[in-house]
């Protein structure tokens, strides 16, 4: 199994650029979840969905940041416009009905200049 | 107060003695408890999690649950250089909130040759 395939791996772009991050999960996964990882906060969980459709999206820090998922196999985190606070390392991670384990992407880094 | 709680480290530990990882939880409805393996620069990678009050042993590592007292620990017994990372943490909730995970800001652990 590929595990979770996250593109790009590195974004840097300047502040009020669009930035998509996008994420494809585990085959069969059904669970979905975007984090942020800072220095500052943590790992924190942005949104996550279950059969594609966005179950808590508490998370999302404010109407700049959207999240799609199209389909089983794909899923996009969007930011924009996006401010230098942004900069963090993005993970997207996927997991399946009745198992505990959530297997982690390798992250994005991003970085707002 | 911070819903989950790890002192941040770092933890210096020499090479074949016993680490100890702590945590505490705020939310006494937790369902479910986890620790999650972070090496520097990669994503986080399950190690174990625990349900029910006592230990859980699996090889070297021994996770501790104590629901009364909201704490949770992880032990690392005949600890190797390799096992130096970052320790995250991890709390679930029951009901609505089943999937989320909440994590702790993760304890830095360095094991010394």
């Known amino acids: 199994d590929a595990g979770v395939i996250q593109s790009p791996r590195h974004e840097v772009t300047e502040m009020g650029q669009e930035v998509t991050l996008r994420c494809k999960p585990i085959?069969?996964?059904?669970?979905l979840f975007w984090y942020r990882q800072t220095m500052m906060r943590g790992l924190e969980l942005l949104i996550y969905?279950?059969?594609?459709?966005?179950?808590?999206d508490s998370g999302m820090p404010e109407d700049r940041f959207s999240a799609k998922m199209p389909n089983a196999s794909f899923s996009t985190l969007k930011i924009q416009p996006s401010e230098p606070r942004d900069s963090a390392v993005y993970f997207c991670?996927?997991?399946?009905?009745?198992?505990?384990?959530?297997?982690f992407g390798p992250g994005t880094r991003l970085l707002v200049l | 107060q911070k819903e989950v709680e790890q002192n941040s480290g770092p933890l210096s530990v020499p090479e074949g003695a016993i680490a100890s990882l702590n945590c505490t939880y705020s939310d006494r409805g937790s369902q479910s408890f986890f620790w999650y393996r972070q090496y520097s620069g990669k994503s986080p990678e399950l190690i174990m999690f625990i349900y029910s009050n006592g230990d859980k042993e699996d090889g070297r590592f021994t996770a501790q649950l104590n629901k009364a007292s909201q704490y949770v620990s992880l032990l690392i017994r005949d600890s190797q250089p390799s096992d130096s990372a970052t320790y995250l943490c991890?709390?679930?909730?029951?009901?609505?909130?089943?999937?989320?995970?909440?994590f702790g800001q993760g304890t830095r652990l360095t094991i010394n040759p």
């Open positions: 991890a709390v679930k909730g029951g009901g609505q909130g089943a999937q989320k995970l909440v």
């Open positions: 969905f279950n059969n594609n459709v966005p179950i808590d």
């Open positions: 991670a996927s997991s399946l009905t009745g198992r505990e384990t959530q297997y």
């Open positions: 085959s069969g996964h059904d669970y």
